[in-house]
């Protein structure tokens, strides 16, 4: 073997040495690749007391949770608690697990969502906290029941939405949608 081809066999041999390397090292870093596992969706953040932005399969996705409706961010202090309370339950950087339900016709993902290990999906937690509504134009594809129990709870207790003073004079953020900008509403 001459000069040349010695030197050109030791790199070719180099090269795949580095490439089993770092294969190795990159199955090693990441479990769920190495066991053929999809890693879960990644909440990015929190947009309001409804929506969130997660990382899944390596896409940017819009979350809006379903079956229920927190008040909007500029509808006062209501807006911004229930913005927080869901940034509580589903930090940046946090793993959830998502049960899709379909695509709105903002592009947004409909879907309850779910905590590692936790039985609740967070949209009844908010309501049951008392930072949003049931929904109930849009409950068919979650549990009425425990939605509807969720959100008597939170009114017995008079959490949140349902704080004294606060229930009775805060318009239903479906109700103030649909009355933002028109004329007809007061």
């Not at 890693?39 to 947009?47: D, F, Y």
């Not at 927080?84 to 899709?100: E, N």
């Not at 049931?134 to 704080?163: F, I, K, N, P, T």
């Not at 004079?169 to 933002?180: F, H, T, V």
């Amino acid at each position: 073997m001459n000069k040349q081809a010695k030197t050109n066999s030791q790199a070719g041999a180099k090269g795949k040495a580095r490439a089993v390397v770092l294969g190795v090292l990159m199955l090693a870093a990441s479990p769920a690749i190495a066991h053929g596992m999809e890693t879960p969706p990644m909440v990015l953040s929190v947009g309001d007391g409804d929506t969130l932005t997660v990382l899944d399969g390596g896409h940017k996705r819009v979350v809006r949770l379903a079956c229920i409706d927190a008040p909007e961010l500029s509808q006062g202090p209501a807006g911004a608690r229930a913005k927080a309370a869901l940034k509580t339950l589903t930090p940046p950087g946090s793993s959830v697990t998502l049960k899709v339900q379909t695509t709105d016709r903002y592009g947004r993902t409909v879907a309850e969502v779910f905590r590692s290990g936790a039985p609740q999906p967070v949209n009844q937690a908010l309501v049951r906290q008392g930072h949003a509504f049931v929904y109930w134009a849009y409950l068919q594809q979650c549990d009425g029941l425990a939605y509807g129990e969720a959100e008597q709870a939170a009114r017995s207790h008079q959490l949140g939405v349902w704080g004294p003073g606060i229930g009775e004079s805060l318009d239903r953020p479906w109700d103030y949608r649909a009355c933002k900008g028109s004329k007809s509403c007061s």
